[in-house]
C-alpha cells in the first residue's frame, strides 16, 4: 500500500510504453481511479468476453434527444455502473450538460469520493451525440 492508502496499480488508458518501448507506463492511486472510471464509461456492456455486464451501455444515447429524462436516465446507468464496479469510490453526484459550442456533445461531470483517502475528486467523460 503506498502513501494515499491505495495499492492498485495497473496499465495507463490508453497504454502507454516508456521511450524505446521496453516498458509499459503505469498508473496508480487517484489516476489509476480515474482511469478506471474512463475505462468503465467506455466500454460497451457485452463487449467483454469474460465480463459481459461490465460497462456502462453510454453510446445507445447517441442521436436522442436531450431532455430532463435522457438526462436522468444516464445518471442512473453511470451511478449503477460505478456503484457495481468500482467500490473504491462513492458517486457524489453526476451532471450531464451539453457542451455549449454546438450542443452535440454531452458534458459528463463525476464527482466522487475515494474511501482509502478520503477525499473527493472529480472528472469529466464527454459523449458525443452525432
Given amino acids: 500500500m503506498n502513501a494515499t492508502g491505495l495499492s492498485d496499480t495497473g496499465w495507463r488508458f490508453p497504454p502507454h510504453f516508456s521511450t524505446g518501448g521496453k516498458h509499459v507506463l503505469l498508473a496508480s ?65 453526476i451532471t450531464v450538460t451539453e457542451e455549449e459550442k454546438n450542443g452535440t456533445t454531452l458534458v459528463i461531470n463525476i464527482s466522487y469520493f475515494i474511501h482509502a483517502t478520503n477525499r473527493e475528486e472529480s472528472m469529466v467523460y464527454t459523449l458525443p451525440l452525432y
Fill in 29 to 93: 492511486g487517484e489516476n489509476e481511479i480515474r482511469e478506471s472510471l474512463t475505462i468503465l464509461l467506455s466500454t460497451l456492456v457485452g463487449e467483454r468476453l469474460y465480463h459481459p455486464d461490465f460497462g456502462c451501455d453510454l453510446k445507445k444515447f447517441m442521436f436522442e434527444e436531450v431532455d430532463n429524462s435522457l438526462v436522468t436516465e444516464i445518471q442512473e446507468m453511470i451511478a449503477e455502473a460505478i456503484y457495481t464496479y468500482e467500490p473504491r469510490v462513492e458517486v457524489l453526484e
